[in-house]
Structure formats: C-alpha cells, structure tokens
C-alpha cells in the first residue's frame, strides 16, 4: 500500500520516526502539530526533500480546529499525539482530558472524511499496572484504573478504552488497532525528544549516582514506528480491534548500566556501578519528585510480552542491548550527553 498517512504529533520522538519511515517508503504524509507556523521550519528542516509529500497543519487535541483539513485526502490515521510530560501534573485531568477527548476528536474526524484505518498508538501503561499480584503481562491484559495509578497511565488506559467503546458504537467496520510500547529508545533526533530517552540520558550523563532497585521493559523507536507501519499494511481482518504491545525485554535498571558499560565503554565513565538501597529510595522520595515515581515501582517486574506483535505483524524487535547501544551512540553523537 503506499498513500497519503495523517501522522498526530509530528514534533514527537515517535511521531518523528514514523514520519521518517514513511516516507522513506514513498508515502505522502500529512501531520498535525500544535501551531504549524512555529514548527513547520524545524520539520522541513528534518525531512529537506519531502516537499509535496509532506504538508503541515495546525491541530491541538483539544479543540476541532484544523482536524478536518488535516484528514482530507488521507487513506489512513496513525494517532500518536497525547501528552507524556517528564513531571506528574497535581491533576491527572491535565493528562486525561487531552489523550482521551483527542483521541475521540482524532477518530470522529477520521470517520467523517471517510477513512477506514486507524492505528492508536497507546502504551503498555494501558496493560501492566493496577495489578499487584501480576509480573508478566500480554495484550489481553489490562491496567485496573480503580487502582488509581499515576495520571499518565490513567490517561493512556481511559483513552484505549474510550477510542474502543467509540469504534463498537460508531464504526466497528473501521480496522481499529492500538500500538503498545513500552519504554521507548533508539536514536534520537535532537535534544527535543521523549520523557523515555531521558532515563538513558541520567544513566549516562552521571545525573544518576546510585542504580535504584528498578527494572523496565525497552522496546525501540526503530521497531514502534514499523509496527505503526506493518498495521497499515497488512490486511484488515489481521489488523482490527487488535493490539500490539512492543517490547523486546524486561531489564532492571542494573542490567542496563551493565549493558552500557559492556557495549559502549567509552561513553560509560559516569555510569553508576553502586546499587540505591530501597531506604534510601524511599527516604528520598519524601524530598525528590523524581526518587517519588519510582517509590512504587521498587523491586517490581511488569515484563510486557511483545511476541503477538512480532507472530502477528512478522517481524522480529531489535534485540534491547542494540537499542541501548544506539541510544547512547546517538545522545553522545547530537551533543546531548558529554562524555
Ligand atoms: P513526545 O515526544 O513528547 O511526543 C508527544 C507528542 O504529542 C508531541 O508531538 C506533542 O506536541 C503532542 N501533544 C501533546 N499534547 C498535545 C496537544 N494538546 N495537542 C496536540 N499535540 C499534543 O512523546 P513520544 O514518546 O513521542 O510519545 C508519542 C506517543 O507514544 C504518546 O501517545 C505516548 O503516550 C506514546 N508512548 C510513548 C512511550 C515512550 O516511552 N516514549 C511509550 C508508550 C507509549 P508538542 O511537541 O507540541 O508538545
């Protein structure tokens, strides 16, 4: 299939990649940002020949403005805008409101111009919290929101679910699918990039001087952005009402600087090698926004399987190491981490 794709959230780190995929393979692609006259230039800028094959609109989540001009011409949508701040807003509404209403907005719009293919990219924040008895999790799992986890994973769990209940009410022909990452790497674009590439950005620059006891599950930039891809190609009936998580593997924070240090020794000298005690944690999480985050996940394994994505889209995900490797190249590479 090549045609026109509506990517939500050109300026992101991942609605960049996809874009970046896209057109690499002849695609046209059309693209939201929240105000076009101030970010047209910088995308042009990434993407110096696309001309023609991209064009640039202005389209907040919050307001319909733009959106229908946006979706005109377009054969497909990969909604991919939604708030993921560094710091936990004091209301989770500021979080909620723009990922749910935006993605309800993004598919009433896709539904009026008549398209037929909508690819959400949620997260694996919508299948592996809120259940404390639970380490290893699927696609057929997800987030207990009356446990009320943080903002940022109510957001993404209400807007699955809200975009879900849409498309049984209103358009259940639609090839409705979600993507969902985990914590996203891979090579970064410049230093605007996501809340994720800075965990690896701390461990390398030194900003981190103890290894807490806490471990995640890496996927990579690289991979999320083709899944995006495979789901728009791939045929209809394989493709709706299904979901996609994409992870490679579960590490705990140890096992990344260990991989750091291994692959890449010339960028790892202030990569800690000492473990933070969970007093300690804790302790400091009475005074650190950041060390408060982590409090609860101290110790914990939400290993999110990925293996339906990669049966079910053929494709294999870059091994994790490779991702940080890459990652820590790249930072280094763009001036982002002096080393
Ligand atoms: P990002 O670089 O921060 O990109 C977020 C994008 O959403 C930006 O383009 C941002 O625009 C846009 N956005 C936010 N609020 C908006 C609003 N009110 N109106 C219009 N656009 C708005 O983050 P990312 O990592 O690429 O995340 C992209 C998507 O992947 C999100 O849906 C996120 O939840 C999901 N995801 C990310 C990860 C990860 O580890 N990175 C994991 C799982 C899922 P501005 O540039 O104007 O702010």
């Not at 936990?88 to 749910?100: E, F, G, M, Q």
């Not at 598919?107 to 809120?130: D, N, P, V, W």
Request: glycine content about 6%; some cysteine.
């Amino acid at each position: 299939m090549t045609g026109t794709i509506l990517v939500t959230g050109g300026t992101g780190y991942i609605g960049g990649e996809i874009i970046d995929q896209l057109l690499a393979r002849e695609y046209t692609v059309h693209t939201t940002v929240r105000d076009a006259a101030k970010s047209e230039a910088k995308l042009r800028r990434r993407w110096p020949d696309a001309g023609e094959r991209l064009k640039v609109f202005s389209a907040d989540l919050l307001s319909d403005d733009g959106w229908a001009e946006a979706n005109a011409g377009c054969d497909a949508v990969m909604h991919v805008a939604s708030p993921f701040p560094l710091d936990v807003p004091k209301n989770a509404d500021d979080l909620i409101i723009p990922a749910r209403d935006g993605t309800l907005r993004a598919l009433e719009h896709a539904f009026s111009a008549g398209i037929k293919r909508f690819i959400h990219t949620s997260s694996a924040a919508a299948i592996a919290y809120g259940q404390p008895h639970k380490n290893h999790f699927d696609y057929t799992d997800w987030t207990d929101l009356t446990k009320k986890p943080p903002p940022y994973i109510q957001s993404k769990t209400v807007a699955e679910r809200a975009a879900r209940d849409w498309v049984a009410m209103n358009a259940p022909d639609m090839a409705y699918c979600s993507i969902n990452p985990v914590a996203v790497f891979g090579p970064v674009y410049d230093d605007d990039m996501s809340t994720s590439v800075e965990m690896v950005k701390k461990i390398v620059d030194g900003s981190i001087p103890l290894i807490p006891n806490m471990g995640i599950c890496i996927t990579d930039v690289r991979d999320v952005a083709e899944a995006h891809i495979r789901a728009l190609e791939a045929p209809a009936d394989t493709v709706r009402g299904e979901r996609f998580p994409t992870s490679q593997k579960f590490m705990w924070i140890s096992e990344m600087a260990d991989t750091i240090r291994a692959r890449v020794p010339e960028y790892a000298g202030k990569v800690p090698t000492r473990r933070m005690p969970d007093w300690l944690a804790k302790f400091l999480a009475h005074f650190m926004s950041e060390m408060r985050q982590i409090k609860g996940e101290l110790g914990n394994v939400r290993d999110v399987s990925g293996r339906h994505t990669e049966e079910k889209l053929g494709f294999t995900f870059i091994p994790a190491q490779q991702t940080l490797e890459d990652t820590v190249r790249s930072l280094v590479a763009k001036g982002i981490v002096k080393v």
